[in-house]
T-cell receptor, first 114, second 111 residues
Framework: DAGITQSPRHKVTETGTPVTLRCHQTENHRYMYWYRQDPGHGLRLIHY???????DKGEVSDGYSVSRSKTEDFLLTLESATSSQTSVYFC?????????????FGEGSRLTVL | SQQGEEDPQALSIQEGENATMNCSYK?????LQWYRQNSGRGLVHLILIRSNEREKHSGRLRVTLDTSKKSSSLLITASRAADTASYFC???????????FGGGTRLMVKP
């Protein structure tokens, strides 16, 4: 199994507070992704990174920011959490050589915004 | 919007039966992948089929790809209760940097 660790695994917070989710990998994978999973929507991409300090927006990036200062860490920040950001957040990584693209997922971080 | 759409959304079968799930997508792809998710866990990669391949096997899994119809199917043969999970297709679009997932099929295999 790929070494992908998400923290925290569970968090309850109040509307308007900042929240940071961390993804840590030990695989030296170049690409890292943050997805959110909601009933009826499957997984939707929030942001991704293709290298240190190189990030780009995904499908549902509003209200989220990311940072990647080291290969192994990818942080997702909600500057001011809203109830619509209650979700399960998954980090994923891939080496992405050639035409491959298999993703390795973390176990998820369940966020509840009251 | 989702690139891949799975059908059916939910499927309930008896142990030993075969399970077939379908995925349709919209744009040209490099490859299509299937993932499995057990309840409360992260997704796990099952199989990848490239755009120039038509069929691929892995154990009890058989995946087909029809690029002319922009569709794929996942067949699980001789299903087991342990196969109970959600299954997602994901497309790797040409010129893209990210996989796009469908909404998933929830499979329940009854003992």
């Amino acid at each position: 199994d790929a070494g992908i660790t998400q923290s925290p695994r569970h968090k309850v917070t109040e509307t308007g507070t900042p929240v940071t989710l961390r993804c840590h990998q030990t695989e030296n994978h170049r690409y890292m992704y943050w997805y959110r999973q909601d009933p009826g929507h499957g997984l939707r991409l929030i942001h991704y990174s293709y290298g240190v300090k190189d990030t780009d927006k995904g499908e549902v990036s509003d209200g989220y920011s990311v940072s990647r200062s080291k290969t192994e860490d990818f942080l997702l920040t909600l500057e001011s959490a809203t109830s619509s950001q209650t979700s399960v957040y998954f980090c994923a990584t891939t080496l992405r050589t050639g035409l491959t693209g298999e993703l390795f997922f973390g176990e998820g971080s369940r966020l509840t915004v009251l | 919007s989702q690139q891949g759409e799975e059908d059916p959304q939910a499927l309930s079968i008896q142990e030993g039966e075969n399970a077939t799930m379908n995925c349709s997508y919209k744009t040209s792809i490099n490859n299509l992948q299937w993932y499995r998710q057990n309840s409360g866990r992260g997704l796990v990669h099952l199989i990848l089929i490239r755009s120039n391949e038509r069929e691929k096997h892995s154990g009890r899994l058989r995946v087909t790809l029809d690029t002319s119809k922009k569709s794929s199917s996942l067949l699980i043969t001789a299903s087991r209760a342990a196969d109970t999970a959600s299954y997602f297709c994901a497309t790797d679009p040409e010129g893209g940097n990210m996989l796009t997932f469908g909404g998933g099929t929830r499979l329940m295999v009854k003992p």
